[in-house]
């Protein structure tokens, strides 16, 4: 399994900005997901190699995944932040599978180590 390295992250505000990267590139799909403390982990953004994203209605016109392919990095930018968005964010890569929707976990198999949002109230 690949090495996806993350950074980025911290102290959010509410109707702030944050960007997380990761490095990671070569795979036909790449998402970011994120689990809020004593909650299961929820799928947030995807990107595939055609170039088609996929985001949870959560974020949806807040948050935008995209990607440096010569750099081999993946981004989220994530803009107009609530306390809800705090939560430990992880990037992952792998591919979609047959009757699996995008952000599903089960299309991942490689995973960063982990950025935590955290809220600065």
């Known amino acids: 399994q690949a090495q996806l390295v993350q950074s980025g992250g911290g102290s959010l505000q509410a109707g702030g900005s944050l960007t997380l990267t990761c490095k990671a590139s070569?795979?036909?799909?790449m998402g970011w997901f994120r689990q809020p403390l004593g909650k299961e982990r929820e799928g947030v953004a995807t990107?595939?190699?055609?170039?088609?994203?996929t985001y949870a209605d959560f974020v949806k016109g807040r948050f935008t995944i995209s990607q440096d392919i010569r750099e081999n990095t993946l981004y989220l930018k994530m803009n107009n932040l609530n306390l809800e968005d705090t939560a430990m964010y992880y990037c992952?890569?792998?591919?979609?599978?047959?009757?699996?929707?995008?952000?599903?976990?089960?299309?991942?198999?490689?995973w960063g180590q982990g950025t935590q949002v955290t809220d600065n109230s």
């Open positions: 992952a890569t792998g591919f979609t599978r047959m009757g699996v929707r995008r952000l599903d976990e089960r299309n991942f198999r490689s």
């Open positions: 070569g795979y036909s799909l």
């Open positions: 990107l595939a190699v055609d170039g088609s994203t």
